[in-house]
Nanobody
Framework: QVPLVESGGGLVQAGGSLRLSCAAS????????MGWFRQAPGKEREFVAA????????VYADSVKGRFTISRDNAKNTLYLQMNSLKPEDTAVYYC????????????????????WGQGTQVTVSS
């Protein structure tokens, strides 16, 4: 398990912006793909975005493409999610996620690929 701590959630009006951060401990952060999932009330957890260790590969869910931007700062062991043009349907608990580095490990989109989770941060978008 890689300790991950999210921050930056909160309450925002529709159309507003929030920036989530995920601070990671350990020496594998800079070599690991990182990403975000979210879980809305009564729904299953879903993929939001992921980024490879070198940031040369980025994947977004269709529902957030063009509105959310994932980035990372390997020198600070920190992952970010800039969320713009927020909608009420973006309301969820957002989880930071990581997959341990290894042969062929570049990025992820599925829960089954995740080796470590943060505790989650609540994002609420009011209409």
């Amino acid at each position: 398990q890689v300790p991950l701590v999210e921050s930056g959630g909160g309450l925002v009006q529709a159309g507003g912006s929030l920036r989530l951060s995920c601070a990671a401990s350990g020496r594998t952060f800079s070599m690991s793909p990182m990403g975000w999932f979210r879980q809305a009330p009564g729904k299953e957890r879903e993929f939001v975005a992921a980024i490879s260790w070198s940031a040369d590969r980025i994947v977004y869910a269709d529902s957030v493409k063009g509105r959310f931007t994932i980035s990372r700062d390997n020198a600070k062991n920190t992952l970010y999610l800039q969320m713009n043009s927020l909608k009420p349907e973006d309301t969820a608990v957002y989880y930071c996620a990581t997959r341990l580095p290894g042969p062929g490990v570049v990025i992820f989109t599925k829960e089954q690929e995740i080796d470590g989770w943060g505790q989650g941060t609540q994002v609420t978008v009011s209409s």
